[in-house]
């Protein structure tokens, strides 16, 4: 076994991990990222965002983490796909980059007692500087699609270069024009505080050229040079030791962070880290290593047979996803959608064109959204009936640990007052000018689709992640709960119907021939719809929540300083700190927590040096 030393570790060169590293070694530190995939350059399944998907399960870019049976889905287990590369889920995601409510992120703050330093304000300038936002060469073009920002809100020199993309499909602004029609308003910039409304993102595709641009393109290669990469490294554990260790030291000394363990190449090697070590391994990952390095609940460690150090019983509890149905329908004959791409001839072609000018559908992705308060979709009594049916849900799967408990609590009081508020966007629809429904039934050949996914924003089921063993390289026990809370099933059911009826609004609807996915009579039956439900949900790729950044008394994990209770030099930079679910795909959100992650490292090294004299 062999060791060395270096000033920051950060464990997993994912999302927020390549950021972290990038701005810690910009300040002249020792930086060593740990990662158990490797740096991928010149593959075109990632780079070109047209390929996205394609990734998806591969046994190299791909974790493939799955959930145990899920008894809410007729017992199905669910794929978890997470990128298991230099650069995390940015390198395999769909691209997607949106922001949450002001509202959200000051509650975060203000009701979970995180000070100041994660209100809107304050996280405003660290989204800013992740971020270079290019605008569309054609200002009419913009206004047409909807492919509007407004500067003051955006970044202008970041390291990652964005913006919108070339190719949107026929039914991009039918869909914004059926929208309007049902009382839906256009927003000009969804990513300005206020993201309700029908809107098209800027997607993390730098217009430049025309690739993918994942935070290993943007913050690691400029830095490479500064930056140490262990790669293809599995890490086993965060050496945690006492401050005083070797000076009668005892369990109530301050445990300090000493280094790493991890395996490579099969050999077992320590990285010691003089300042911090810094974990950004996501939702999955990040719970299952502290509970081997002895952080958790207590009584769960011993059963792993782990000697407990920090008593923790929030590790790994309130997983939180976003949920997804989709819906397909048969379009025109004529119109050219991503289903054209299963023609070699069609691809071939695009592809050239890729190729030559960076334009047409393998320079794009789906990027049309709305988000939508609850009463938008439903009567206002029918949404106080499923309000009714969370809060049972809810009181029935109660923790029996007092400090659990009163954090959820907290949560679920301001999850409601979220499903309740008439301008908070709970649910959303993204146009994806394909078929999507490839667990309901099989799209006929060269046949254009349109598919509407539907996704539930601020789910009221919650799981778990825990390590399945004291075998690190083994996956972690991972179950979401899906449907768990019933009222789940029947939103679902309520955005699933009003994605129908946006269909068949105009001027979308004479672009359709027919419902597909699922068929009208499905739609009409609450039994058959429920199955469809049930056989079709996916994850939306979102999983926070399983080391929450709350106060330790509610079952936090970290404080607003990221620091985990109990250990003076480890943080947790990732989508796990997140202690309830965004109205917005997180990407941008982790950029700006890595961002923020850095600055708060090194407003704090000072303090840290003074300590040790």
């Known amino acids: 076994m062999t060791s060395s030393i270096t000033d920051y570790i950060v464990i997993g060169g994912g999302t927020a991990g390549c950021v972290v590293a990038a701005r810690l070694a910009e300040s002249g530190a020792s930086v060593t990222i740990i990662e158990a995939g490797h740096h991928v350059v010149g593959d075109e399944r990632v780079d070109i965002p047209g390929n996205f998907g394609k990734t998806l399960g591969d046994e190299v870019l791909d974790w493939r983490f799955e959930t145990v049976a899920q008894p809410g889905l007729g017992g199905r287990k669910v794929p978890l796909p997470r990128g298991k590369a230099l650069g995390g889920t940015s390198v395999i995601n769909s691209m997607t980059w949106g922001r949450a409510s002001k509202e959200e992120y000051d509650e975060i703050s203000d009701t979970l007692g995180n000070g100041k330093?994660?209100?809107?304000?304050?996280?405003?300038?660290?989204?800013?500087?992740?971020?270079?936002v290019i605008a569309p060469e054609s200002q009419a073009w913009a206004t047409e699609h909807g492919a509007t920002f407004n500067p003051a809100f955006h970044g202008s020199s970041g390291p990652l270069r964005r913006g919108f993309v070339p190719w949107l499909g026929e039914s991009h602004v039918p869909f914004f024009r059926a929208l309007n029609n049902l009382g839906v308003p256009t927003n000009s910039d969804s990513c300005d505080g206020n993201n309700v409304g029908v809107f098209t993102l800027a997607t993390s595709i730098d217009p430049q050229t025309s690739?993918?641009?994942?935070?290993?393109?943007?913050?690691?290669?400029?830095?490479?040079?500064?930056?140490?990469?262990?790669d293809g490294a599995h890490v086993n554990k965060v050496l945690l030791g006492s401050r005083?260790?070797?000076?009668?030291?005892?369990?109530?000394?301050?445990?300090?962070?000493?280094?790493?363990?991890?395996?490579?190449?099969?050999?077992?090697?320590?990285?010691?880290?003089?300042?911090e070590i810094v974990i950004c391994s996501g939702a999955y990952e990040t719970p299952k290593i502290l509970e081997l390095s002895g952080v958790g609940d207590s009584k769960r460690l011993e059963q792993l047979g782990v000697e407990p150090l920090v008593h923790l019983p929030g590790v790994g509890e309130n997983l939180q996803d976003h949920l997804l149905v989709p819906l397909s329908f048969e379009l025109n004959p004529g119109i050219v959608t991503g289903d054209m791409l299963l023609d070699p001839d069609f691809a071939a072609k695009e592809l050239e064109l890729y190729h030559k000018t960076g334009k047409g559908q393998y320079a794009s992705i789906h990027s049309a959204f709305s988000l939508l308060p609850t009463i938008a979709i439903m009567p206002a009594d029918r949404a106080k009936r499923i309000l009714d049916v969370a809060i049972e849900g809810i009181e029935a799967g109660s923790y029996s640990d007092s400090t659990l408990r009163r954090g959820q609590d907290v949560l679920y009081d301001m999850q409601k007052r979220w499903y309740a508020e008439p301008k908070h966007g709970s649910l959303e629809f993204m146009h994806v000018p394909q078929f999507c429904a490839l667990q309901s039934s099989t799209p006929k050949p060269m046949t254009p689709y349109l598919s509407i996914l539907s996704l539930a924003m601020h789910p009221f089921s919650r799981g778990y992640v825990h390590a399945s063993s004291s075998d690190p390289k083994r996956h972690p026990t991972i179950d979401p709960g899906y449907l768990k809370n019933h009222a789940d099933l029947q939103l679902?059911?309520?955005?699933?119907?009003?994605?129908?009826?946006l269909a068949r609004t105009e001027p979308l609807a004479p672009m359709i021939v027919a419902q597909t996915d699922p068929t009208p009579a499905v739609l009409n039956d609450d039994a058959a719809l429920e199955d469809y439900i049930k056989r079709n949900l996916e994850?939306?790729?979102?999983?926070?929540?399983?080391?929450?950044?709350?106060?330790?008394?509610?079952?936090?994990?970290?404080?607003?300083?990221?620091k985990v209770y109990g250990v003076a030099n480890l943080r947790i930079a990732d989508a796990s700190v997140l202690p309830i679910q965004l109205s917005s795909h997180p990407q941008a959100t982790l950029y700006a927590v890595g961002e923020k992650a850095a600055s708060m490292i090194l407003r704090d090294q000072p303090l840290i040096e003074k300590s040790r004299l």
């Open 211 to 230: 690739k993918r641009n994942s935070s290993a393109a943007a913050y690691y290669r400029p830095h490479s040079d500064k930056i140490h990469l262990v």
């Open 244 to 275: 005083n260790e070797g000076k009668n030291s005892s369990k109530s000394d301050t445990i300090i962070a000493t280094g790493v363990q991890y395996e490579r190449n099969g050999r077992i090697e320590v990285l010691h880290a003089g300042k």
């Open 539 to 562: 994850t939306a790729h979102h999983p926070i929540g399983t080391a929450s950044m709350m106060p330790r008394e509610y079952g936090g994990v970290v404080g607003p300083d990221l």
């Open 492 to 501: 679902m059911m309520a955005a699933v119907r009003f994605a129908a009826h």
């Open 117 to 132: 330093d994660w209100r809107w304000d304050d996280l405003l300038p660290h989204f800013k500087a992740s971020e270079t």
